[in-house]
């Protein structure tokens, strides 16, 4: 399983990713504003509900995406400024802010995901919020900050490519 899902990340997820991200990037000024986002329509009838809970500084949010082949979940997520956890079925999404943030400060210091989940967690129940799985968001939060790396570091071999070319 694990390595089917590094798959479908590798050869399929970051490289329909990079586009829209670069987009993105863009449009939001480098995450410092939101981007109006419309969840597209599809008619191809493979579509599905998911739930997803997203992370970002100011707490969580859950939403329901209407995903399928034409437009995953992955998609939807970045245009909503979120960066899933998991390839297909994310149940988790991390605010494209709060990865950018921990991307900068684990540069700086040793990395210790564990440590910092369980510090961001502890932020959030001090607002109420309570994170309702039993392993908590490491796991999935480490798999989302994992991938979101992968994903800059291809943006930035996409942009090598581009200015070689001209």
């Known amino acids: 399983k694990k390595m089917r899902q590094w798959q479908r990340w590798s050869r ?19 995450f410092r504003n939101p981007v109006d986002y419309e969840p597209p329509m599809c008619n191809c ?7 997803v809970t997203c992370i970002h500084f100011n707490g969580l949010q859950h939403v329901d995406l209407m995903v399928c082949p034409c437009v995953p979940a ?11 956890c998991a390839p297909l079925g994310p149940t988790l999404a991390v605010s494209l802010q709060l990865l950018s943030l921990v991307r900068q400060l684990f540069m700086r210091m040793p990395p210790n995901t564990s440590a910092w989940c369980e510090s961001f967690e502890a ?9 309702d799985t039993k392993e ?17 570091i291809s943006l930035d071999e996409h942009i090598q490519q581009q200015l070689q070319k001209s």
Request: aromatic residues 18%; hydrophobic residues 40%; charged residues 20%.
């Open 12 to 30: 399929d997820v970051i490289p329909s990713l990079v586009q829209p991200y670069l987009s993105y990037r863009r449009l939001s000024n480098r």
């Open 45 to 51: 009838g493979l579509s599905r509900r998911l739930k």
């Open 74 to 84: 992955a998609v939807q997520l970045l245009w909503m400024g979120y960066f899933p």
């Open 123 to 131: 932020y959030l129940a001090g607002m109420g919020y309570k994170v």
């Open 136 to 152: 908590g968001i490491r796991r999935r939060f480490g798999n989302a900050y994992h991938w979101y790396c992968i994903l800059e």
